[in-house]
């Protein structure tokens, strides 16, 4: 059982910056893809950054691509998503998941465990 917990969330303007952080405990995080979501008022949930195991194969939503960062620390068990040039259209509760098969996957379904959430408001 993989428990995931996500923090760094906060209200920021636009064109600000946060870092959100997922710790994961209860499994073996270097072996874990590692993915994280989004989900708006009214909004499907959607993808946006995965990260395979080892940290070589990186996808991003198009809609976050040049502004934010996938990252890991296997000695940690943690992983980041820096988030810089934020938008209004960024608000949301963002969610770590993590896929058993170490893969960085866009869908959801490909993800076993996932977070409780944090929620980033970004004002304009």
């Known amino acids: 059982q993989v428990q995931l917990v996500e923090s760094g969330g906060g209200l920021v303007q636009a064109g600000g910056s946060l870092r959100l952080s997922c710790a994961a405990s209860?499994?073996?995080?270097?072996?874990?893809?590692m993915g994280w979501f989004r989900q708006a008022p009214g909004k499907d949930r959607e993808f946006v950054a995965g990260?395979?195991?080892?940290?070589?194969?990186?996808q991003y939503a198009d809609s976050v691509k040049g502004r934010f960062t996938i990252s890991r620390d296997n000695a940690k068990n943690t992983m980041y998503l820096q988030m810089n040039s934020l938008e209004p259209e960024d608000t949301a509760i963002y969610y770590c998941?993590?896929?058993?098969?170490?893969?960085?996957?866009?869908?959801?379904?490909?993800?076993?465990?996932w977070g409780q959430g944090t929620q980033v408001t970004v004002s304009s």
């Open positions: 209860g499994g073996t995080f270097s072996s874990l893809g």
């Open positions: 998941a993590a896929d058993l098969r170490g893969l960085a996957l866009g869908a959801a379904v490909s993800y076993a465990y």
């Open positions: 990260l395979n195991w080892i940290g070589n194969v990186i």
